[in-house]
């Protein structure tokens, strides 16, 4: 299995808005609508930001959004604020019963 | 309060085993399936394996089929990943997480680390 490609890092500054790619292939994120990306802080386990390509997890708000176009995935940041700065990684369901990330994008609001 | 707790980890010799354990509590309705998703250290995320409760079905990561196994003690309500013939590029914080719509990893635990080493 392989691993979907990220961005190893993006920057902006407070409220400007950051788009994160992930780029897969026909097996995956340009077959199936199960995409979905994950937020995690230093020493914290991820935690659910998007499923199902574009819907937010419950308290998420709505400067976080995310969309998929062909085999690629992308995730906007907008509005961007210091606790922002974190790593965020997409995954999509693949063929055959399995599940990729991406390799993780960090993000920093300077 | 929903939770995963995730327990077992420790440092063991290359070729050695390890079993991992997960348990949930505080869920209304059971999963469909738990993943377990490993982190080497200062690296990505990786799927490891799913364990889904329908026909006690399992699918594994290339990177460790054959030598890594999922199941559930129904007694225990205690999900495991069992870990034989550990190498040192199995350093990493296991990570357990429920399955939804075999789609996304919902409620992560908060992980324990394995370190693999002689």
């Known amino acids: 299995q392989s691993t979907l490609t990220q961005p190893p890092s993006v920057s902006g500054s407070p409220g400007q808005s950051v788009t994160i790619s992930c780029s897969g292939s026909?097996?995956?994120?340009?077959?199936?609508?199960?995409v979905s990306w994950y937020q995690q802080t230093p020493g914290t386990a991820p935690k659910l930001l998007i499923y199902?390509?574009?819907y937010r997890a419950a308290g998420v708000p709505d400067r976080f959004s995310a969309s998929k176009s062909g085999n690629t995935a992308a995730l906007t940041i907008s509005g961007l604020r210091t606790q922002d700065e974190a790593d965020y990684y997409c995954s999509s369901y693949s063929n055959i019963n399995t599940w990729v990330f991406g390799g993780g994008t960090k993000l920093t609001v300077l | 309060q929903e939770q995963m707790v995730e327990s077992g980890g420790g440092v063991v010799q290359p070729g050695k085993s390890l079993r991992l354990s997960c348990a949930e509590s505080g869920f209304t309705f059971q999963s469909s399936g738990i993943h377990w998703v490993r982190q080497a250290p200062g690296k990505g995320l990786e799927w490891v394996a799913v364990?889904?409760?329908?026909?006690?079905?399992?699918k594994y990561a290339d990177s460790v089929k054959g030598r890594f196994s999922v199941f559930k003690d129904n007694s225990k309500n205690i999900f495991y990943l069992h870990m034989d013939g550990l190498r040192p590029e199995d350093t990493a914080v296991y990570y357990c997480?429920?399955?939804?719509?075999?789609?996304?990893?919902?409620?992560w635990g908060q992980g324990t680390l394995v370190t693999v080493a002689s």
């Open positions: 026909s097996t995956d994120i340009g077959t199936y609508y199960r």
């Open positions: 199902e390509v574009s």
């Open positions: 364990f889904w409760h329908e026909r006690t079905k399992t």
């Open positions: 997480a429920r399955d939804y719509g075999s789609s996304w990893f919902g409620h």
